[in-house]
């Protein structure tokens, strides 16, 4: 992190270790950063020990209650109590929402005590546009003064209250809503309308290809084949395809099996569901009908949990044609292997975090159980437009997955989340950082 020469990028980029769904937002605006370099609130160099040690025992207590969810009753109990203290409200009916609750307070306590003043203090050398996708940061350079403009970018369909200050209608930080309902929350929680940016999720450049949205069309057309191999969808709405893809986008069979991508979140929960759907899928993979992605991003035991149970299984001798085990040590790194399997995968199963924008894609979702209420919240949205399913019992997928294929549920998914769901926040972001 230089911070003492001109400037070499548009904007600082400042994520936090806090699940994969701010550093990934991050990661797909890395080209507006000096270098093409991220900052992490919570391991950066010359970090004070104090900052780091309250960042890590924050991200240990999210981790530690995430997998401890499954546990049977005293699991539930810990984690609804957690998620209780950052519950989202009701939106209806509409109301004053702007009074801050107890988890806001305590970070402002520590920040008020010098939290993250140490990265504020070095970035003000170079006061380029801060762009956080994650809330402390900005609350941070808003309390120490940061002479340079503060944008923060909402990392799910809904928020909730501790994602503003506690004094939003004096508060200079800039909101970049993803959807609607985010822009509708902000003015409910007390944000000022010229801070409300409604510009859409950051979906990485390659994967749409421009404005155009060349990239995605073309992705898109060879996905609608796999995914309706009978044609169910795609001979019905021929016209409205034609027009909203493009003949020369339409009807080109991949050269690839129908493929599935199941995504671990960055806590390891649910990673056991991935070999769950390994094993109804088995006879498939080895036929060479489906292909299989574990994403176990940069967690090596997960990728180990995988490849020792994977031994056992009929179709080992497929690893790395017909079933893969993506990751590696580096986030950012996965990041990118992450977005080049979203341009090959015709199915996106994951619990519905941040991944639900890659929708937007053209990728249907299959979501699995939420976990916390911002899920909760991603998934209902999901649900409203289209592009999200529910999946049947797991140990059964081998079943009902090809009847929702020959019926062609799985084609009208992805083309209502290219509809409906935002595709061009980066595009929106560049703008704004470029005025």
């Not at 409200?89 to 520590?110: C, E, G, K, M, V």
Request: hydrophobic letters at 40%; a positive charge; glycine letters at 6%.
């Amino acid at each position: 992190m230089n911070t003492k020469t001109k400037n070499t990028g548009a904007a600082w980029i400042i994520s936090a270790s806090m699940g994969y769904g701010h550093e990934r937002t991050a990661h797909n605006l890395r080209h507006l950063a000096p270098d093409q370099a991220i900052i992490n609130a919570n391991d950066y160099p010359d970090i004070p020990e104090s900052d780091a040690q309250k960042w890590t025992n924050d991200r240990r207590g999210y981790e530690a209650i995430s997998r401890i969810k499954k546990i049977p009753l005293v699991g539930d109990a810990i984690f609804g109590s957690m998620d209780h203290l950052q519950k989202i409200d009701t939106f209806y009916p509409q109301r004053d929402q702007s009074a801050p609750n107890l988890i806001l307070r305590h970070i402002y306590h520590r920040l008020y005590g010098g939290w993250n003043k140490a990265l504020i203090q070095k970035l003000s050398n170079n006061p380029l546009p801060m762009i956080c996708t994650f809330f402390t940061p900005a609350f941070a350079a808003e309390v120490w003064k940061y002479p340079g403009d503060i944008y923060c970018i909402v990392t799910d369909s809904d928020m909730a209250r501790h994602w503003v200050p506690l004094e939003p209608i004096t508060s200079r930080i800039q909101y970049l809503a993803p959807t609607d309902r985010v822009a509708e929350r902000l003015r409910l929680y007390g944000v000022q309308e010229k801070n409300i940016h409604l510009v859409g999720y950051p979906l990485p450049q390659d994967n749409i290809g421009g404005k155009s949205e060349k990239s995605l069309k073309r992705d898109l057309g060879s996905r609608l084949f796999n995914l309706d191999p009978e044609q169910a969808f795609l001979s019905k709405y021929q016209h409205t395809l034609r027009f909203h893809i493009g003949e020369q986008y339409l009807f080109n069979p991949p050269a690839r099996p129908m493929t599935i991508l199941y995504s671990v979140g960055g806590a390891g929960a649910q990673k056991e569901m991935g070999l769950q759907i390994a094993k109804s899928l088995e006879a498939d993979i080895k036929a060479g009908k489906i292909q299989l992605v574990l994403s176990a991003g940069n967690r090596k035991e997960i990728a180990e949990y995988y490849h020792d149970n994977l031994k056992h299984m009929s179709f080992y001798s497929h690893l790395g044609r017909h079933i893969h085990i993506l990751y590696h040590e580096s986030k950012h790194e996965y990041f990118t292997l992450f977005n080049e399997w979203m341009r090959k995968v015709d199915i996106l199963w994951t619990k519905p975090s941040e991944l639900s924008f890659y929708a937007g894609l053209g990728i249907p979702i299959l979501m699995a159980p939420s976990l916390g209420t911002q899920e909760d919240a991603n998934r209902r949205w999901l649900k409203a437009i289209g592009a999200g399913i529910t999946p049947e019992d797991v140990q059964y997928t081998h079943l009902w997955l090809w009847d929702w294929l020959r019926a062609g549920y799985l084609a009208k998914a992805a083309f209502e989340g290219f509809l409906y769901a935002p595709k061009m926040g980066v595009y929106e972001i560049e703008k704004m950082i470029q005025k």
